[in-house]
């Protein structure tokens, strides 16, 4: 991260010839921290020698908040919540990696109507998530019109959060052994109207985008990411699937009732942008099979398991991860007996899936490199924690 | 493959590591002086090929630091968790952002965060606190902030 004066002090300038700093007539400009492509305060120092991208410099910690050391105080039941903040898009996911790590230390058994409720509320967010950043993601290359498509959409998806978590973007739903509270009633005829409804939609976003001979033009070819290096990077999810990495933590290590559904895990192959983005569509319409095979099924019974009123995890290390609408997240908490855990470390997806972005991006041109963090799909509270 | 397999394997390659199977994977215990070439038959030996490090970071034991390593193999799915005990007044671990490159953020969050020194990093400066940082390390049990409320 770099004070104001640092940045007036390293704002665009040209360097002396050398190794490190690039030859003679490289520029240094900056990109962020307050950019409308960055989606949040993510600064990005950039060495240009006429419009090629010599380097790609990630400048963190605009919204670090040290979640980490916070979650050191709060307990069993409190630090899930903060967890919503990190990835907010994917807030959900977020709170059933820290529900399951809990859950895997005190051996808690989860009800069966819990775990299909959970599934199908992740999945929603999956949809939600991949929708604001396609609409996002179009407008960064100048597509305004997709963004009030997809925002259209993921209303609706709001709203039947609302109505049963009560809040629309940070919904604290999960509890360590369940869920907070019963669904609301409409909630399987909304969600039921939803599908319907967005089984359309889906089609006509590739009518509108994907199928486009410009936006192609400039997706094409464009960040290409090979399969070692995306591994190398410790990439994960969508960005990592475009190379064609097995990552899918819910074919790989199942959680809640994923090894019961039927789904493709989306592999695509050439690890371009454009790969990137057909991962993304072809998920949602995987998280639409998922959703549809769950929500007349949902089992009768507790939404909650019984537990005491203070967790205590036994000492030892605890590990979880999960799938969140941008990669792998990890929760690992390594408890000392007590109430609140003694160190807990999260792997974000973001974290990692930025490190490639210097590598994918050196030798392109600077206007690409929006469609670059546009298909790593950043999320930057994600990042910074 | 499954534990004793690794055990046995991992045994031949540095007699010197000890086991436990207290976590979810096994994990293995290793001097920080011989990291750096362990870490590098780990990546490359044909029948354990762990390519994906999955999480890097530390702990702090008020006594001494440990690194923990995560590791994963795309090929064979088999997970194990290194464990590197270092010391608290001078945390000196060799770097292995050659051979995963993820670990040069990682790193350099450790770096900062538990002022952890990795020998051979390309680059370690400070990646989330601001320039110029001065005091402790954030993230080690004795850090205190009396401005910012991080504890509740």
């Known amino acids: ?385 | 493959m499954n534990n004793e397999d690794l055990k046995t394997k991992i045994t031949e390659l540095l007699p010197a590591a000890t086991f436990d199977e207290a976590g979810e994977w096994l994990n293995i215990h290793v001097e920080p002086a011989g990291w750096l070439s362990f870490a590098e038959k780990l990546r490359n030996d044909d029948s354990l090929f762990f390519d994906y490090l999955f999480c890097l970071t530390c702990i702090d034991w008020k006594t001494h630091l440990t690194m923990i390593y995560h590791l994963s193999s795309t090929k064979y799915r088999h997970n194990i968790v290194i464990k590197s005990k270092l010391d608290a007044a001078k945390p000196e671990i060799e770097s292995v952002s050659n051979i995963w490159k993820t670990a040069e953020f990682h790193e350099r969050e450790v770096y900062e965060m538990f002022g952890v020194n990795f020998l051979n990093h390309p680059d370690l400066r400070l990646l989330i606190l601001p320039d110029g940082w001065e005091g402790k390390n954030p993230m080690r049990k004795d850090f205190e902030d009396p401005v910012n409320m991080i504890k509740l």
């Open chain 1, 1 to 385: 991260m770099f004070r104001e004066t640092e940045i007036l002090k390293s704002g665009s300038q040209v360097l002396p010839a050398g190794e490190d700093s690039g030859g003679a007539g490289d520029l240094v400009i900056n990109v962020g921290p307050q950019h409308p492509a960055t989606h949040g305060v993510l600064h990005l120092v950039i060495t240009l020698n006429g419009e090629t991208i010599k380097k790609v410099e990630p400048h963190l910690g605009y919204i670090h908040r040290s979640i980490e050391k916070m979650c050191e105080s709060l307990t069993y039941r409190q630090f899930i919540y903060v967890t919503s903040r990190m990835d907010y898009l994917s807030a959900h996911i977020n709170n059933h990696a820290c529900a399951l790590c809990v859950e895997k230390g005190m051996q808690i058994e989860v009800p069966e109507r819990a775990q299909v409720i959970r599934v199908i509320m992740d999945e929603l967010t999956r949809i939600a998530s991949h929708e604001l950043w396609w609409g996002a993601m179009a407008m960064d290359i100048g597509a305004f019109t997709p963004f009030f498509h997809a925002f259209r959409e993921r209303e609706k998806i709001n709203e039947i959060m609302e109505e049963t978590c009560g809040a629309r973007l940070t919904m604290n739903y999960y509890v360590p052994g369940g869920l907070m509270a019963e669904l609301h009633p409409d909630f399987q005829k909304k969600v039921k109207e939803f599908i319907a409804l967005f089984k359309r939609k889906v089609d006509e976003y590739d009518e509108l985008v994907t199928g486009n001979i410009i936006f192609i033009n400039r997706m094409k070819g464009i960040g290409v990411l090979p399969k070692e290096d995306a591994i190398s990077y410790g990439c994960s999810g969508p960005a990592a699937r475009g190379s064609g990495v097995n990552c899918d933590i819910r074919k790989l290590y199942p959680y809640a009732v994923y090894d019961k559904v039927q789904f493709d895990e989306i592999l695509e192959t050439d690890g371009d942008s454009l790969a990137r983005y057909m991962v993304r569509i072809r998920e949602m319409k995987q998280s639409v099979r998922i959703i549809e095979q769950l929500i007349d099924n949902i089992p009768e019974g507790d939404f909650q398991a019984k537990t005491k009123a203070v967790l205590k995890l036994p000492k030892g290390e605890f590990y979880s991860r999960v799938e969140t609408a941008r990669g792998e997240l990890g929760v690992y908490i390594v408890s000392e007996g007590g109430t609140t855990p003694y160190r807990i470390k999260f792997r974000s997806p973001g974290f990692s899936n930025l490190s490639a972005l210097d590598h994918m991006a050196r030798g392109s041109k600077l206007g690409d490199l929006v469609a670059m963090m546009g298909t790593l799909d950043l999320v930057i509270p994600d990042i910074d924690r």
